[in-house]
């Protein structure tokens, strides 16, 4: 069940990144698998800072964070190679 979460947070989080990083966008379904790996990003950052995500918005939030570094980092490699 932890991971059915997991994917939906990450969904609704790269939703959410996909909606507020304009220009930086892959679509809905790329922007919703970003938001799946963002999710592990986010949890990777929020636990190096020492944060923790206890509740479902805290999970979200640190999922959004995550999924929008992802697409800032995209969107410079993908600028820089072109």
Do not use: E
């Not at 059915?4 to 698998?33: E, Q, R, Y």
């Not at 592990?40 to 570094?69: D, E, K, P, S």
């Amino acid at each position: 069940m932890n991971w059915l979460w997991f994917i939906i947070i990450g969904l609704a989080a790269g939703f959410l990144a996909g909606a507020v990083v304009k220009g930086h966008g892959f679509g809905l379904l790329g922007n919703l698998i970003v938001g799946v790996i963002g999710s592990v990003l986010g949890g990777f950052i929020f636990g190096l800072l020492g944060i923790g995500a206890n509740n479902l918005l805290g999970a979200l939030i640190c999922a959004f964070v995550g999924a929008v570094v992802l697409l800032l980092l995209i969107g410079f490699v993908k600028r820089k190679g072109a």
